[in-house]
Nanobody, 118 residues
Framework: QVQLVESGGGLVQPGGSLRLSCTAS???????????YRWYRQAPGKQRESVAT???????MYEDSVKGRFTISRANAENTVYLQMNSLKPEDTAVYYC?????????WGQGTQVTVSS
């Protein structure tokens, strides 16, 4: 089994930055089978949406509203995926979830709250 644990959320002023982390723990064989990771977010009253994806090749993809502001990266040796968020806006306020895809198996973290407010 694999657990994904997010950290790094919090309260930040508009224009500020946060870095979210998602660390995988558990069965190392299963962790190594995770071939891509994605960050999702869900704001109150809204559907969960994809924010950023990183493939095992290193290729990255972003939702249009975060392009140029957010950067997804991974540290394979640490089994960790990051989401660097810059120039944050109030509309970025949401619970951010880490997701890992390994064939037919999906892993979700518990979520971390990001609040952008003055």
């Amino acid at each position: 089994q694999v657990q994904l644990v997010e950290s790094g959320g919090g309260l930040v002023q508009p224009g500020g930055s946060l870095r979210l982390s998602c660390t995988a723990s558990g069965n190392i064989f299963n962790i190594n089978n995770i071939n891509w990771y994605r960050w999702y977010r869900q704001a109150p009253g809204k559907q969960r949406e994809s924010v950023a994806t990183i493939l095992s090749s290193g290729r990255t993809m972003y939702e249009d509203s975060v392009k140029g502001r957010f950067t997804i990266s991974r540290a394979n040796a640490e089994n960790t995926v990051y989401l660097q968020m810059n120039s944050l806006k109030p509309e970025d306020t949401a619970v951010y979830y880490c997701y890992g895809h390994a064939g037919s198996v999906e892993y979700w973290g518990q979520g971390t709250q990001v609040t952008v407010s003055s």
